[in-house]
């Protein structure tokens, strides 16, 4: 055998590499936590290139190319990391994870990961439990934009008429969406070649929820055009505000229509396991599909998405592929070859991540983290509410939250200008990480509250530091 791969494959290294990782890795954690490092140390792209071939060039060791990889990427455990929507994984999913990456086990076919195969449908069984799917069925899937591209394909399957996947599609299809949806559903429906009448965008009310009332309006509109509307997806909730929609409206009218009705609850689909929260779902068990992201707000590592269908065949229906090498004809349905319902052909044992918390913890886990979460939004609304230097954009329903700094002298254009520049201040500072959206053409910043170490007491402290930041803004563009 070759030196270096006798080496590479020595039991005896990978755990002393292991060990060297994870002491790394702990110590790294333990200076989070205390804030003794920063949650982002930013450099821009030009100088973090510079640097990394400097370090390069030096022959660096392991150990010191992990630190360096860590140096420079932002900190999801850091309590003041309140950015986008990914989950500061539980350390117990990295190490799950470890497992995952050695095994690599396939699992597009049964016996290329019997026990990946197994746990993942234990959890899809957990899960249609979960939203009241009694016959429910389906899969797991590399994130909730191809979740969402795979629902589209079985709702195609399922009511566009014709066998489109056989035949190619000669109608021209739509499907409606709130124009607060994620723009991955856009995406779907454009990369199905529905074109921009494929995608039907209904305006949102005041509290930014889909106005369902008019729904059968911009049905008749599409028929009109020669454009058949098979499908109505609700946003649970949608990313910029984190407001959900009306899903028992949503449901009554993809009923009255004979739509398919799909919810995406990437983002918000756990809070079903929150005693207080799970109302904001009500409606979901109607839908047709439901998928919702582990990696969001269930703590695990990305990507990880379930796909969770009501009517079990309906899983099967989106690639009607036949793949002789993989599959022999018999099984053509059988739930254990799951690439027959996947994009994916080679797919990691993804769903471990959430079996083990799941399964070592207990589902008061997710209740206990979205709920936290939740509320901590709400408490951060209160205190922006009662602050005349801030205006909340809306009460939120979820832990994702818009505010702007204000002051009455500026116009609106001067304040997206200075909250713009206030995020960009607060991004470059390293000292919390926080992001911005546009709502009514006006510029927002953001939170979502994704960290359940972050607390009261670190909102408090970052209302005084944007503050602290606005005035110095303020003081430099003064002079
Ligand atoms: C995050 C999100 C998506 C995209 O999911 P990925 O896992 O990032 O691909 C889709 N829809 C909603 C509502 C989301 O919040």
């Known amino acids: 055998m070759e030196a270096q791969i006798a080496y590479i494959f020595d039991p005896e290294k990978f755990y002393k590499s292991g060990k060297d990782m994870l002491d790394v890795l702990t110590q790294y954690l333990k200076d989070i936590q205390q804030d003794t490092i920063s949650v982002n140390q930013w450099m821009s792209s030009s100088d973090l ?3 990394w071939t400097r370090i390069l060039s030096s022959n660096p060791t392991f150990k010191e190319l992990v630190s360096c990889v860590i140096d420079h990427s932002i900190h999801l455990h850091h309590p003041h990391y309140i950015g986008h929507q990914v989950s ?11 497992m995952v990456s050695l095994l690599n086990n396939g699992m597009g076919v049964y016996e290329m990961g019997a026990s990946g195969s197994i746990i993942e449908k234990i959890m899809v069984d957990r899960f249609c439990q979960s939203f009241g799917y009694q016959t429910g069925s389906g899969f797991f899937t590399s994130g909730g934009t191809l979740a969402n591209l795979t629902v589209m394909l079985a709702a195609r399957q399922s009511k566009g008429l014709t066998d489109i ?3 190619g599609a000669d109608l021209k299809l739509a499907l409606i969406v ?20 494929g995608i ?6 005041d509290d930014y929820k889909m106005r ?3 729904i059968p309006d911009y049905i008749s509109q599409a028929e009109k055009e020669g454009v058949k509307v098979i499908a109505i997806v609700g946003s649970a909730p949608s990313t910029s505000t984190g407001k959900y929609d009306d899903l028992e409206r949503i449901a009554s009218y993809a009923e009255e229509y004979n739509l398919w009705f799909h919810v995406d609850a990437a983002h918000g689909g756990p809070a079903i396991f929150s005693g207080k929260y799970k109302a904001l779902l009500k409606g979901c068990e109607r839908a047709d599909s439901i998928i919702l992201d582990t990696h969001k707000m269930m703590l695990t590592s990305a990507l990880a998405t379930a796909v969770l269908f009501k009517n079990a065949e309906d899983s099967f229906s989106a690639f009607h592929t036949k793949a002789h090498y993989l599959w022999e004809d018999s099984q053509e349905y059988d739930w254990d070859n799951l690439a027959q319902r996947t994009f994916e052909c080679t797919k990691q044992m993804i769903a471990l991540r959430v079996f083990f918390l799941w399964q070592l913890y207990g589902v008061e886990l997710f209740d206990q983290h979205v709920t936290y979460l939740f509320d901590l939004a709400r408490k951060f609304g209160t205190m922006i509410d009662a602050d005349d230097d801030f205006e909340m954009f809306l009460k939120p329903d979820s832990n994702i939250i818009c505010f702007r700094w204000v002051a009455i002298d500026k116009t609106d254009v001067e304040l997206d200008e200075f909250n713009q520049h206030l995020r960009r201040t607060v991004l470059e500072d390293g000292q919390y990480y926080i992001v911005q959206t546009v709502l009514n053409n006006r510029t927002w910043l953001r939170l979502s509250l994704m960290n359940p170490l972050t607390t009261e007491a670190h909102l408090d402290s970052l209302i005084s530091y944007l503050k602290q930041k606005a005035k110095e803004i303020s003081a430099v563009s003064n002079t």
């Open 178 to 197: 709130s124009e607060q949806a994620h723009y991955c559903v856009d995406r779907a429906a454009r990369i199905m070649g529905w074109g921009s009448k």
């Open 212 to 214: 369902t009332e008019l």
């Open 200 to 205: 039907i965008k209904i305006p949102v009310d």
């Open 49 to 51: 290139s510079a640097q």
């Open 88 to 98: 500061a994984p539980a350390p117990q999913v990295a190490v799950v994870d470890m």
């Open 165 to 167: 996947w056989e035949e």
